[in-house]
């Protein structure tokens, strides 16, 4: 079976970590006849499971699972205090004292694999790193679809070679983190259809496009340059299933109301609220933190660091302080269900394809 034959459309609705992807968005996306992933990252192996029982009590339709390949960190604490201080301009203007030190810096990544393979999604998308052999043994052996995530010509091949059933490639126009595990994160600059051109010619394995695709014209363009699918996240975040923080999603809306004047320039790419490379709306902490960017600790020590001053971003309603993870395409998201999202692109794409 090929990723191709799971759906009737050509569309995946990206996992994105952070609380977008309900299991009502995820079954709401693949009842409409695309592919709906849940992301796994941040969810402990108990609730992965639990949230692929509350899929299937939604939807009999096939869905993906998604994770960051991670190991558990070392933690310097003197390095921990060196990067609180980095902070202490975010956290001196809340009146803080200091800066909580987390009691958790991240899941379990083989106990959340293992959780993946009793919740036995149809697909299995994987972010951040590479698997070994042996685990993509266990996901064929479990009938689960393997799809890798590359940004660049090496990683695809590399994901190829290890036996991925399709590989998502990952442009810069992308919300949220970049995928990026060969060469530096700053160095995987291409764009999404640039990338495609590199890696086509490389590839016997179904290509998803992913970066800024929002329109069903974008599909249609996807498509028609050798893509067999495409993974759309930023279009999902505004849909009426997606639990973001109203502030964030009125904040999307805002950018593609026409009353912004930033367009493509509403985002940036970080490394400042988790370590990691990642694309989202221009905000205070961003511009706060940019000089300070390349010295944070790598992920997910930066991401655990900054937990409390999102937390209270969160709950005082202040999108400056949030990460408000977003791709280029921010500016053209539309307010509607996940079911009329995906009508609406597939009548776009087929008025393109008929043109
Ligand atoms: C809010 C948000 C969270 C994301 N979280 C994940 C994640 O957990 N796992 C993952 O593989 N990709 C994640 N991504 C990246 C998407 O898989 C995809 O590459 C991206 O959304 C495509 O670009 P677009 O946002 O322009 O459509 C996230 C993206 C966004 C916007």
């Not at 994770?67 to 921990?80: C, E, H």
């Not at 679809?145 to 059933?165: C, I, R, S």
């Not at 695709?213 to 249609?220: C, E, K, T």
């Not at 912004?260 to 970080?270: H, K, L, N, V, W």
Request: hydrophobic fraction near 45%; include cysteine; aromatic fraction near 4%.
């Amino acid at each position: 079976m090929k990723i191709t034959q799971l759906c009737s459309h050509p569309i995946i609705q990206a996992p994105m970590a952070g609380g977008a992807t309900t299991p009502e968005l995820v079954a709401a996306v693949s009842n409409a006849g695309a592919l709906g992933s849940l992301a796994g990252p941040l969810l402990t192996p108990l609730a992965i499971i639990e949230q692929a029982e509350h899929i299937r009590r939604l939807t009999d339709k096939p869905f993906a699972i998604n994770l960051f390949v991670q190991t558990r960190p070392q933690i310097d604490y003197a390095a921990l205090e060196s990067a609180k201080q980095l902070l202490q301009p975010i956290w001196m203007s809340l009146g803080w004292n200091a800066l909580p030190t987390p009691t958790r810096w991240c899941e379990d990544f083989d106990a959340q694999l293992d959780a993946l393979l009793i919740a036995r999604p149809a697909v299995a998308s994987f972010t951040f790193d590479i698997l070994h052999a042996s685990q993509i043994q266990r996901l064929h052996d479990a009938g689960i679809l393997v799809v890798g995530t590359a940004t660049n010509l090496a990683e695809a091949q590399v994901w190829q070679a290890m036996g991925a059933d399709a590989i998502c490639l990952q442009g810069v126009e992308a919300g949220g983190h970049r995928g990026t595990f060969i060469g530096k994160q700053e160095e995987a600059t291409l764009s999404a259809m640039a990338l495609l051109q590199q890696v086509k010619s490389h590839s016997h394995v179904p290509l998803i496009l992913a970066g800024g695709i929002m329109h069903g014209g974008d599909i249609a363009e996807a498509l028609q340059a050798g893509a067999q699918m495409v993974q759309m996240g930023t279009a999902f975040l505004t849909t009426d299933e997606a639990a973001i923080h109203p502030a964030y999603k009125a904040k999307l809306l805002e950018l593609a109301s026409g009353n912004s004047a930033e367009g493509e320039e509403a985002t940036m790419q970080t490394r400042a609220f988790s370590g990691r490379l990642a694309r989202g709306v221009r905000n205070r902490f961003m511009q706060t933190m940019q000089t300070v960017a390349q010295q944070v600790p790598a992920y997910p020590i930066q991401n655990a660091l900054t937990g409390s001053l999102r937390a209270h971003a969160a709950k005082t309603n202040d999108t400056e302080l949030m990460s408000m993870w977003a791709g280029q395409g921010a500016h053209r998201v539309r307010k509607m269900s996940a079911a009329g999202l995906i009508a609406t692109l597939i009548t776009e794409l087929q008025q393109h394809q008929s043109t």
